[in-house]
């Protein structure tokens, strides 16, 4: 009987010579394409000054942010080697106003760089921040504007003093000394403030944007560990921020399966679902006036963002966008002013009585449970309002303290490129702005760097004082400066007067009823910066006043 012999078998791994050399072949061929990319890349800007290893790669930046020292970073580099410096392959960074101005001109070509891809939350619908297209931009913000516009802004004003309101019954309930107790205690238990400025803002934001508080300060808790999960998400943002094409590979099979969603319980997920319900409600349960965006109220009488924004023709999916951006975005940033303003006035003793006598004197003469906007709001005359002091306050806490280490990068005019400071910038090139330089610019606030440096809202009222005697436009150009944390031109935020007004009225009647220290006099809190400024450990007592009334 004949033997058969048996059939070869093969290992998947085992390969034939062709695809062992295939193999070897193409790791090699995307190691020299990427190779000649980061030449090409680096000679493309070569004539830019910055740190050699930055112009090869952008994990420098994602270093940073990760260390928690971004903003302080950018200003080194751009200090170091501006007036622009090389901060990235393909971004350059400023720190002059002026051309900030420029590059936000409505007349400039500029358009929004790739680091506003990271705040798209959905790749099929588009928020207006997200957008890149200046025609298209343009469009969506003109159909944003009604409910911004002043008239939206005065009903707006009664769900910022209706969350005033509920904070300070959070004192009153949680953060005073017991009344019942026979021994007297001069302070009630700390307030980690860091999380509480969160809540606040977090509260206003969501009564202006869906009608309702989601209840932060009343439960006095972090509702579906929000805030919890967006501090873990912190590290994921910064990293975006410097390598934003990441986002589509977020969005993408299998990690988008990682991303928040509707379904989930906690964190973010629940702003979408949130956010999507409320947008149904009004789309299945419309007014009769909600065709006109300037008529498109609830029945409490306050304006209704989402019903003003579907009334203005903004897509079902893209109003959803929006609502989300307006929360995360208007909350974040305005939190961080919150605290560090607070951090700053606690540190300087000086300060503190300044503004607390300002308040004082204005309640001598007014009877008004919450203080109006139209009582402090911003002007480029300190004596048009009736707190000179406190917006001395906020824009020294603004220019110190930029809400956001964001790049927010613009991208140079594909139609020849751009020179700025005598450098020739090809198109396509990132342009980002550092804030913090911005904050400190000699020839605004002066060359002396420890007067720059620290925290002294009497600059601005010297500033105000010299320009009557001399007619210059210093304090103008200092207003012009810090203000430029809300943007300018085109891309000027909608936001900055409800940020504003929840600042002032925050720090009025807060000051107005107690007398606030830190627990920690050493430490008053841990700072960091991934992305946003954090004060954690930021401890707290108040303390009951005697309210000066008329």
Request: aromatic share 12%; with cysteine; glycine share 6%.
């Amino acid at each position: 009987m004949c033997k058969m012999d048996a059939p070869e078998t093969t290992s998947l791994f085992d390969v034939g010579p062709r695809k062992s050399i295939f193999l070897l072949v193409v790791p090699v061929l995307l190691l020299i394409y990427y190779i000649i990319n980061v030449i090409r890349q680096y000679f493309r800007l070569r004539h830019v000054p910055g740190p050699f290893l930055n112009a090869l790669t952008p994990l420098c930046l994602t270093y940073h942010s990760l260390k928690g020292d971004m903003t302080e970073y950018v200003y080194k580099v751009a200090k170091q080697y501006g007036p622009l410096a090389r901060i990235a392959p393909n971004i350059v960074v400023y720190t002059d106003p002026d051309t900030f101005r420029k590059i936000c001109s409505y007349k400039a070509g500029y358009t929004k760089g790739l680091w506003f891809e990271f705040s798209r939350w959905d790749l099929n619908s588009y928020s207006c921040i997200a957008m890149r297209d200046s025609a298209t931009r343009k469009e969506r913000k003109n159909k944003l504007a009604p409910a911004w516009s002043s008239g939206g802004l005065a009903k707006m004003e009664t769900r910022v003093d209706k969350t005033i309101k509920t904070f300070l019954d959070l004192i009153e309930r949680n953060y005073l000394p017991p009344k019942t107790t026979s021994v007297a205690k001069p302070y009630g238990r700390p307030m980690e403030f860091g999380e509480r400025a969160m809540m606040f803002t977090l509260d206003v934001a969501t009564s202006v944007t869906f009608g309702r508080a989601w209840g932060f300060l009343e439960t006095d808790s972090d509702v579906n560990e929000y805030i919890a999960m967006s501090e873990k998400m912190l590290p994921t943002f910064g990293v975006l921020g410097t390598m934003p094409w990441l986002v589509y590979l977020m969005h993408a099979w299998p990690v988008n399966l990682l991303m928040p969603g509707e379904g989930d319980r906690v964190g973010f997920g629940c702003l979408i679902k949130f956010a999507t319900d409320q947008v149904n409600k009004r789309v299945n349960n419309p007014l009769p006036a909600q065709s006109d965006p300037e008529k498109a109220v609830e029945d409490g009488g306050d304006l209704d963002v989402i019903r003003c924004y579907l009334a203005s023709g903004i897509p079902y999916a893209d109003v959803i966008q929006e609502c989300i951006t307006l929360v995360v975005a208007g909350t974040e940033t305005t939190a961080v002013a919150l605290k560090f303003a607070l951090l700053s006035l606690l540190t300087t003793p000086s300060a503190y009585r300044k503004l607390q006598a300002e308040i004082d004197a204005y309640y001598s003469t007014h009877s008004e449970e919450i203080v109006p906007y139209s009582a402090f709001k911003a002007s480029s005359d300190p004596t048009e309002s009736s707190f000179p002091y406190l917006l001395a306050v906020l824009r020294e806490a603004l220019r110190l303290w930029p809400p956001s280490a964001g790049l927010f990068s613009k991208q140079v005019p594909n139609n020849g490129g751009d020179t700025l400071h005598g450098l020739y910038l090809p198109p396509g090139t990132e342009i980002g702005q550092c804030m913090m330089g911005m904050g400190r610019y000699p020839d605004v606030f002066g060359t002396d760097e420890d007067d720059v440096n620290s925290f002294r809202p009497e600059r601005w009222m010297e500033a105000a004082e010299m320009d009557k005697h001399d007619g210059g436009n210093r304090y103008e150009r200092m207003v012009g400066a810090a203000e430029l944390v809300f943007s300018t031109g085109k891309y000027v935020c909608l936001g900055k007067h409800i940020a504003l007004m929840e600042l002032g009225k925050f720090f009025v009647e807060v000051l107005r009823r107690y007398d606030v220290c830190v627990v920690d006099n050493a430490q008053p809190a841990k700072v960091r910066d991934p992305i946003v400024w954090l004060a954690k450990d930021f401890y707290i007592r108040f303390t009951p006043r005697d309210i000066p009334s008329k």
